[in-house]
């Protein structure tokens, strides 16, 4: 059999899913990245297209449909639209995993996914010594936001402004924690995830510091890996299942009620994806993590859902900083949580402006924003521009991607507004109370 046969025998495992697509075109209007080149085969109709067209050998072009299928952000918008209830995402995802399968990774991705991510201890100690050498690449650049720049012109970071890695991750901090249920009565596990930890630990803090503060019981593991949506974008299947089965080997370790992440793309992750691509392991293996993924919440929905009796009532005054809220693809069109993360900011005593458009997507896409950095770049500067138009002093979101993407364009723009995940400004109340 030739290699295209073989590969069209395998995308033929999705032919259930092509199906049910009517071509009618909904995709069309809400997916970001046509919003911006108005190509057919950006939007999710066309992909599906290139798909049906592979598989019935109207095209003999894998590189060419890998090419166009890795040209989404993965945000969800066309499936949530979708009146038919085509499951876009998953049929992507398996689409990647199968067309990388057969044409293999390049040697960046493979040096990257499998030399360093697939390895928790080895990918912890490369970000420390990043950490550390850091100040020799990047210089200041905006203080209230906390961005960083290239001392020097670089093909990778370009002209951006990013998030710089923290000096000191949250599992040094931390590293394990285990105290068991106070007057809540309810123990949580929490998943710290990656761009938290390396980046982000004070978001990590604040988590615990929420958890404590409800009498929450917690098990954090010590040595937690990737949630694995890196290499399952980039259809790297070996190294996803790796890490899955990593992180539920750390989590196994004691009873928990709940897990709970203060990560959009990690909640979405281990709630959506980690069964789906378990449906071929051994059944007891499988049922584990479904279990695990019937359990994992995110922070602001664990908090109004348990912890409602018990939080500080919301009041404001005319000197409470004006927030807003973006709206994370994975929280919202992934999970449906929407409500919570609001309801938080109300009782932090800020005062809430809604944004125009707050579920439009920040253009972050994760490797997406790596890739396509200029199309990624533009979504930024529109989704900056919605938030300096809410008259907005502090931008909150549930998204660590999302926080740094909305960093860079705000920073770019010159704007003076800062951005926190929605559980520091629950936080920052409990210190004040």
């Not at 123990?187 to 710290?192: I, L, M, S």
């Not at 019937?294 to 009532?313: G, N, W, Y």
């Amino acid at each position: 059999m030739s290699r295209i046969d073989e590969l069209i025998r395998m995308i033929q495992t999705l032919e259930d899913q092509l199906v049910v697509c009517m071509r009618c075109g909904m995709c069309q209007s809400v997916c970001p990245l046509y919003a911006q080149t108005g190509k057919e085969t950006d939007v999710a109709r066309g992909k599906l297209a290139l798909l049906d067209g592979l598989m019935h050998r109207i095209i003999e072009n894998p590189e060419g449909v890998k090419e166009r299928l890795d040209n989404c952000l993965l945000c969800g918008s066309c499936a949530a639209a979708c009146p038919s209830g085509v499951h876009v995402l998953d049929i992507f995802i398996q689409a990647r995993a199968i067309l990388s399968g057969y044409l293999g990774l390049n040697p960046i991705e493979r040096l990257i996914l499998r030399g360093m991510l697939a390895q928790p201890a080895i990918f912890d100690k490369l970000m420390e010594w990043g950490a550390r050498l850091q100040p020799l690449f990047a210089r200041p650049e905006n203080a209230i936001i906390g961005t960083s720049c290239a001392r020097f012109l670089s093909p990778l970071i370009e002209n951006r402004h990013f998030v710089p890695l923290a000096q000191k991750p949250f599992h040094q901090t931390l590293p394990h924690l285990s105290t068991p249920a106070g007057r809540s009565g309810i123990r949580v596990a929490v998943f710290t995830g990656c761009l938290i930890d390396k980046f982000f630990p004070q978001i990590a803090s604040a988590t615990i510091e929420a958890l404590q503060h409800h009498g929450v019981g917690i098990f954090l593991p010590d040595d937690q890996g990737c949630c694995g949506i890196p290499s399952l974008s980039s259809g790297d299947t070996q190294t996803f299942r790796r890490l899955l089965e990593h992180n539920l080997g750390r989590f196994s370790a004691e009873p928990f009620d709940m897990l709970v992440t203060s990560c959009a793309t990690c909640t979405s992750t281990i709630r959506k994806l980690w069964p789906m691509m378990a449906a071929s392991y051994p059944e007891a293996l499988r049922q584990q993590v479904i279990d695990l993924a019937e359990k994992t919440m995110d922070i602001s929905a664990f908090l109004v859902t348990h912890c409602r009796q018990d939080m500080p009532a919301a009041s404001t005054d005319a000197a409470s900083p004006v927030v807003t809220y973006h709206d994370p693809c994975h929280l919202k069109k992934s999970l449906g949580v929407f409500r919570e993360p609001r309801q938080i900011i109300e009782v932090s005593g800020n005062r809430f402006q809604e944004m125009t458009e707050p579920d439009s997507c920040c253009g972050m896409g994760g490797s997406f924003n790596l890739k396509h950095y200029e199309l990624s770049a533009k979504m930024g500067d529109r989704k900056a521009q919605l938030i300096q138009d809410s008259g907005a002093s502090v931008v909150s979101t549930g998204c660590p991607a999302c926080m740094m993407q909305i960093s860079d364009a705000l920073s770019r723009n010159n704007a003076k507004i800062s951005v926190k995940h929605v559980i520091e400004l629950y936080a920052e109340k409990l210190r004040s109370s």
